[in-house]
Each structure stands twice: as structure tokens, then as C-alpha cells.
């Protein structure tokens, strides 16, 4: 049941999510100041190649107007919501300023609606975006004393909070519904390309500051030592991890039921080839990021440790390998595998390994130019199994060879890197180290001459798989 005769926001975005993360006012207010922060930028990167149609985009905000930047106010058509008395503009949403008006004062694309005295949604901060490439709407709400932010790239959420707004439109300006309506209804629904999504969460985390205890008060005791769920900056990684993986999952699955059909040309067939490996690539990436983030923000990895398994690598291998050797092949790179003639049993979690190795061994393609030739090495370790990976030189004139830079890696956030020569977003080396714990295994990363970096993954073995590698 609905606190009033309609529902308000919050309520729509917490039905149509599994949990609703609920916290202190500060930390809900910051966490809504840095999405408008991101919000805005993605905005104007969005309309910054459009043309110089004034109606770029349409933005519902409450209490007050959100974005102020000339580029943005002449390019989208705002319409506010507020719960302040009755005001009699409101009855004129589109009217133009008369001559004796300021055109900083009163602007054609800004219009102001009331709320009813009653209404709920007149304590809740809000705002819904439409535009040609996304759908967004982001909320803050305080319910039962508890503060708590939400937000949502779903078509379908979306809506639904569009048709709660229109309803309320109905009740106080009938004769608006209908323009508001068709504007509306000019930003087709559909599902964003998951490159915004990405770029939404990158903006997020580049204009996130570091938390303090200036700008987060802790909410415990001085004396409690902070635990990892007081870090912001994880908990909406991990939730734009999952804002992420819905849209990609449904492009994959159309795309699936359109490689079914049989009257397809060739051609066409290969494109939706490319956009299924894409999605999948980027579904698992983000399954990852969710999975990291998901241990910073717990005390233990205990949860993780209960799923390991005695499991087959051969297995895993023979179905990553040819993964790795694509990926590696688009870059102008050669990877090779060297596999013992029988690999021992390890213990380990299936998924989570194919995922971390994967994600692994993109990064470590990645930092290397066109032409390199990657080596994976595969040998017995004692009671473990070494996975090492690891550049070869081709080449090598002894009089004149030097050290390999390193590349250059900036923190974004508690969890991820960013690489300013390839423009790539990553774990960063602490967060992929944990993930390694957390599935029973080891990273270590180490500088060699001629070489550069090396990376040397150690997984343990099986009881009985230990006798057997001692063979070898």
C-alpha cells in the first residue's frame, strides 16, 4: 500500500529494486550531490555534438531547478516541481518573458508545478532526465527517520516514475498534461547503450572527492575504528555495476533471438556476433566490479571462501584460452599458453576464477603496445599450481636494453585504476589481489629487467592432485 493516493518515488524505486541501502543524511545528500554532479556532465557531453535545436532534452526536478550552465538551460526544457504555494506561472508553463523581463530571470524553457499540500512527494528530492540517448531518474527520500538515495537507468523505472509525475500534472494543471505528455513521449524508451552507463559511472568517480570526516560525519563513535561500509565510493560502484549489467543483458538477449532467425545475411549475423562477445565481455566486467565490490564492503570474504570447490583448470583453460587469444589478437598482441601435458586438480571457485584471469589478462594486453608477444606459463609449485603471465622480449640487443616503463596508472576511488594512455578503466592491483584471496589463490606483481611487469598467480591444489604434481 502507498502512503497516499498515489506513489511517490521513492516507493516506485525501491519496488523495483532488491534492496534499498538506507543511511545517514550526509551520506545520502553527497552521494545525490556528486549523481547531479555526474548527471550534468554526461548531459553535456551528451548534447555538446547535437545540434542547436533549443529541445535537446527534457528535465523534471524538484524542489528547485538542478543545472544551471547556459549550455544546458538552452538546450532543455526543465519543468520543477515544488510544494511552496500555489504559484500562478504555473498555469503558464510555456509563456514567453514580456519585454520588460530579463531573459536571466525568466527563461521559455523553465517552467514551475505545484504540489499538493499533502502530496509526500513534496519531501523528496528528485530528478528525471529524457533525452534521445537515456532514460535516468535519481531520488532522494527520507522514509521512517532513514534517509536514502536511489536512482535508475531502467526504461521501465523510469516510466513508472514519469506516470506517478503525470498523474500529479493531472491533478493540479490537466490542461499541461497533454504538451508535457508528447515531450515525454519524444524520448522513446528504450534501453541505454551501455557505453553511457559506463561513462555515467566513470564521471561519478572522477567527480566523487575522497570521503572525510569533513565531508561524511562518521555515524558511529569516535572510538569505533571505521569499518569497510562506511566507503561511499564502493557502495555506488557496486551499484552502478548493477545498473550497468540490465541494460546489457537485455541487448543480449534480443541479439540472441535475432542470431536464431535463418534470413539473416552473413553480414548481419557477424555484427550481432560481435555485439553478443561485446556484451558478455562487459556483463562479466561488470560482474567483477560488483563482486569487488561486494568484498570491501563486507568484514570478511568468508562468504566467498564457502564456495570453493575442487574443480578441473584444464576445463577452464580450454574454454579461456581462444577467449584470450582474440582479445589479445584485436590489439595486434600474440598470447601463448604453456600447459604441463596433465594439469592436477585445484581448489577454487569456477567462475570467479575464468572472470578474475580474464579480467586479469585484458589489463595486463592493455598496458602493452601493438606487436608484443604475451607468454602464460603453467608449472607445479610445490602443494600449488603457478599461473604466470608475462611480456617476451623478441628482440633483445644486450648493449643496449633498458628497463620497460611501467605504465602509468591514477586512482579513481577505493577500487579502480585508470591508464591515461589507453583511456582504460580497471581494478586496480589491492582490489584484484583480494578477489584472488577471496577465491583461494595469489597475486603477485613484480618489475623484471628486459621483461617488465610480471604477474604470478599461485592456486592451491587439491589433497590428492598434490601427490600426483610432485610427479611432474
Not at 256 to 280: G, H, M, S, Y
Not at 284 to 302: C, G, V
Not at 349 to 360: A, I, S
Request: with cysteine; hydrophobic share 45%; charged share 20%.
Amino acid at each position: 500500500m502507498y502512503e497516499w493516493i498515489l506513489p511517490s518515488l521513492r516507493e516506485i524505486l525501491a519496488e523495483n529494486q532488491s534492496t534499498v541501502a538506507e543511511c545517514s543524511p550526509a551520506k545520502a545528500e553527497w552521494q545525490w550531490r556528486i549523481s547531479l554532479a555526474a548527471t550534468e556532465q554526461l548531459l553535456i557531453n551528451t548534447l555538446a555534438t547535437a545540434t542547436a535545436d533549443a529541445n535537446q532534452g527534457l528535465v523534471l526536478a524538484a524542489p528547485a531547478p538542478l543545472f544551471s550552465l547556459a549550455s544546458l538551460t538552452q538546450s532543455l526544457q526543465t519543468v520543477t516541481f515544488t510544494a511552496k504555494p500555489f504559484n500562478p506561472l504555473a498555469l503558464m508553463p510555456f509563456e514567453m518573458p514580456t519585454a520588460t523581463e530579463s531573459a536571466d530571470e525568466v527563461t521559455p524553457h523553465e517552467s514551475v508545478l505545484p504540489l499538493l499540500p499533502a502530496d509526500p512527494l513534496g519531501k523528496e528530492k528528485f530528478c528525471l532526465v529524457f533525452t534521445d540517448k537515456f532514460r535516468l531518474v535519481l531520488i532522494l527520500a527520507e522514509h521512517n527517520s532513514q534517509t536514502s538515495f536511489l536512482f535508475s537507468f531502467e526504461p521501465e523505472v523510469v516510466e513508472q516514475a514519469w506516470r506517478a509525475l503525470g498523474a500529479r500534472v493531472m491533478l493540479t494543471n490537466p490542461d499541461y498534461f497533454a504538451d508535457l505528455d508528447a515531450l515525454v513521449k519524444k524520448y522513446a524508451p528504450a534501453a541505454p547503450d551501455y557505453r553511457t552507463v559506463m561513462q555515467f559511472s566513470q564521471l561519478l568517480l572522477q567527480v566523487a572527492p575522497e570521503p572525510d570526516k569533513e565531508s561524511i560525519p562518521a555515524v558511529a563513535p569516535v572510538s569505533t575504528p571505521a569499518t569497510p561500509t562506511s566507503r561511499p565510493d564502493v557502495e555506488l560502484l557496486q551499484a552502478f555495476a548493477h545498473e550497468v549489467r540490465t541494460p546489457l543483458t537485455t541487448i543480449r538477449t534480443m541479439t540472441r533471438l535475432l542470431l536464431k532467425r535463418r534470413d539473416l545475411p552473413a553480414n548481419a549475423i557477424a555484427r550481432l556476433e560481435v555485439i553478443d562477445r561485446e556484451c558478455t565481455e562487459q556483463i562479466d566486467r561488470m560482474e567483477l566490479l560488483f563482486n569487488a565490490a561486494e568484498l570491501e564492503t563486507s568484514n570478511s570474504a568468508k562468504s566467498a571462501h564457502t564456495q570453493l570447490t575442487a574443480m578441473s583448470l584444464d576445463q577452464v583453460l580450454q574454454q579461456s584460452i581462444p577467449r584470450w587469444q582474440q582479445a589479445a589478437n584485436r590489439r595486434d598482441l600474440t598470447l601463448d599458453v604453456v600447459l604441463p601435458q596433465q594439469l592436477p586438480t585445484v581448489v577454487s571457485n569456477p567462475t570467479m576464477l575464468d572472470r578474475v584471469l580474464t579480467n586479469l589478462i585484458d589489463n595486463f594486453t592493455r598496458s602493452l603496445p601493438a606487436g608484443s608477444h604475451i607468454q602464460v606459463h603453467v608449472i607445479p609449485a610445490g602443494d600449488q599450481l603457478k599461473l604466470q603471465l608475462s611480456p617476451q622480449p623478441q628482440c633483445i640487443d644486450h648493449n643496449k636494453a633498458t628497463t620497460p616503463t611501467p605504465p602509468i596508472r591514477k586512482a579513481l576511488g577505493q577500487l579502480l585504476m585508470f591508464q591515461p594512455e589507453t583511456g582504460t578503466i580497471s581494478l586496480n592491483i589491492a582490489a584484484t589481489k583480494h578477489l584472488f584471496q577471496a577465491i583461494g589463490g595469489k597475486l603477485i606483481v613484480r618489475q623484471r629487467p628486459q621483461y617488465g611487469e610480471v604477474l604470478t598467480i599461485f592456486l592451491p591444489l587439491e589433497v590428492n592432485a598434490q601427490v600426483n604434481a610432485k610427479q611432474w
